[in-house]
């Protein structure tokens, strides 16, 4: 039996929709506590029991304790838990900064614990190009791409582990996000990496709507999921519509909500239940009135669930 009911799965609205800024357009990670609580509040309003801080918003790893009381005082004003964390763009292996976005994992783990927290995300994808910056949409433009030099993979491969084994030894998990060019950048790369990291703290986001939305052929969505769901244990879930007219070789992609998208997720979430999935997801949703969108993909999933675990 499963840990969950379809009414209490955890399912975290992304804190990335509110950006880094607070209402005086200061960064929001200094800012008063009252800030963070107003934005939460927002959230709660539309059914949301759950949150992703991600780092995008408010690095909770970077918090004093202090501050982090202040945070966790907010979740608990407003009814919201924690139930994962995603990084965002802290690549363990960039070139200049891998050191301390290593060391920074460190303190998200720790402070997930401190949250309460069942799992921390990590990527490698890596801070967006000029050119992703001026783009209508950040994923239209090329953007940072792994290289396939065999020693930076092991290290890449080296310092995850490190990192899941301090997430075994404080009991939660790490989970890898899959993102285009990257080591996660294919169903097939995705399991190969947690399979060469070796350690069962260690699994698989399968957030195949970063490939979705891509201008590019994309692998089969049903043999992708069926690869990665035995190893998925955090979900960052999104859908995006997607067309593509093979007389002139032009692709069409925008952001849509869960249940109005390319992918059908309906018998992909009930294939995950099949196979014993029981962690949380995180709804995705880019432009338009994300929360809104993002409070629909809720509950479309909850839908799911009922149907599925009744």
């Given amino acids: 039996m499963s840990k969950y009911n379809p009414e209490n799965w955890p399912i975290a609205c992304p804190m990335l929709i509110f950006g880094g800024l607070d209402s005086n357009g200061g960064p929001?990670?200094?800012?008063?506590?009252?800030?963070?609580?107003?934005?939460?509040?927002?959230?709660?309003?539309?059914?949301?029991?759950?949150?992703?801080?991600?780092?995008?918003?408010?690095?909770?790893?970077?918090?004093?304790?202090?501050?982090?009381?202040?945070?966790?005082q907010a979740l608990a004003d407003t009814g919201l838990t924690v139930p994962g964390i995603s990084t965002s763009r802290k690549s363990v292996v960039d070139a200049e900064r891998g050191e301390d976005y290593l060391a920074y994992g460190h303190r998200v783990i720790d402070a997930g614990v401190s949250l309460g927290a069942e799992v921390v995300s990590f990527g490698f994808f890596q801070a967006t190009t000029a050119a992703q910056n001026a783009a209508v949409w950040f994923w239209l433009a090329q953007g940072h791409k792994d290289s396939d030099d065999p020693e930076l993979y092991k290290l890449a491969v080296?310092?995850?582990?490190?990192?899941?084994?301090?997430?075994?030894?404080?009991?939660?998990?790490?989970?890898?996000?899959?993102?285009?060019?990257?080591?996660?950048?294919?169903?097939?790369?995705?399991?190969?990496?947690?399979?060469?990291?070796?350690?069962?703290?260690?699994?698989?986001?399968?957030?195949?709507?970063n490939l979705v939305r891509l201008h590019r052929p994309l692998e089969s969505v049903t043999e992708a999921?069926?690869?990665?769901?035995?190893?998925?244990?955090?979900?960052?879930?999104?859908?995006?519509?997607?067309?593509?007219?093979?007389?002139?070789?032009?692709?069409?992609?925008?952001?849509?909500?869960?249940?109005?998208?390319?992918?059908?997720?309906?018998?992909?979430?009930?294939?995950?239940?099949?196979?014993?999935?029981?962690?949380?997801?995180?709804?995705?949703?880019?432009?338009?009135?994300?929360?809104?969108?993002l409070a629909q993909s809720r509950e479309y999933i909850r839908s799911i669930l009922r149907a599925k675990m009744a």
């Fill in 158 to 209: 080296d310092r995850t582990r490190e990192l899941a084994e301090h997430a075994e030894s404080v009991g939660i998990q790490i989970t890898l996000e899959m993102y285009e060019d990257t080591y996660l950048g294919s169903s097939d790369a995705s399991v190969k990496f947690v399979h060469d990291v070796n350690n069962s703290a260690c699994g698989l986001n399968p957030d195949l709507g």
């Fill in 225 to 293: 999921f069926e690869k990665m769901l035995p190893f998925t244990n955090y979900w960052h879930i999104k859908n995006y519509t997607r067309d593509f007219d093979p007389a002139t070789g032009a692709y069409s992609t925008h952001p849509s909500p869960l249940s109005g998208g390319y992918v059908n997720y309906r018998p992909i979430i009930a294939r995950a239940l099949e196979l014993g999935f029981e962690m949380p997801f995180m709804v995705e949703h880019y432009g338009s009135d994300s929360l809104y969108n």
């Fill in 28 to 72: 929001i990670q200094d800012a008063d506590a009252s800030e963070w609580h107003a934005q939460m509040k927002e959230v709660a309003d539309l059914g949301f029991t759950e949150l992703d801080p991600l780092d995008v918003w408010v690095r909770v790893g970077d918090l004093s304790p202090q501050r982090l009381d202040e945070f966790k």
